[in-house]
């Protein structure tokens, strides 16, 4: 991952609104949610939450999907991953065995 992906990504999830809502759809699994199930958990109007799930999804941390007529917001799985090892890439000076858990959850997701 190149740093300004990185840092584009990050700038995604630096509002309360964005980061609740990546922590809900990772919690939700590769189903996901549609726009108004999520309005209506994180509170906030669907043409605002529509902004923040654009920025996300442009950061390459959420991904949509149609199914009729409703659209379906997951987590991407693989650009959380990418975003994750960037940040980790250089852990504990090359001994990545000293961050055990954190590694290990990385090599399982």
């Known amino acids: 991952m190149e740093e300004q992906t990185a840092i584009d990504a990050l700038s995604a999830l630096?509002?309360?609104?964005?980061?609740?809502?990546?922590?809900?759809?990772?919690?939700?699994?590769?189903?996901?949610?549609?726009?108004?199930?999520?309005?209506?958990?994180?509170?906030?109007?669907?043409?605002?939450?529509?902004?923040?799930?654009?920025?996300?999804?442009?950061?390459?941390?959420?991904?949509?999907?149609?199914?009729?007529?409703?659209?379906f917001y997951a987590a991407d799985i693989e650009g959380t991953r990418r975003l994750l090892s960037f940040l980790t890439e250089d852990c504990c000076q090359g001994r990545p065995e000293i961050c055990g858990a954190l590694v290990a959850a990385l090599d399982t997701c």
């Open 14 to 71: 630096a509002h309360p609104t964005r980061l609740r809502t990546f922590r809900m759809l990772v919690k939700e699994g590769p189903n996901g949610l549609t726009a108004g199930d999520i309005a209506n958990q994180v509170m906030v109007p669907p043409s605002t939450l529509s902004t923040h799930l654009a920025l996300l999804q442009r950061a390459g941390l959420i991904s949509a999907r149609r199914l009729d007529r409703r659209i």
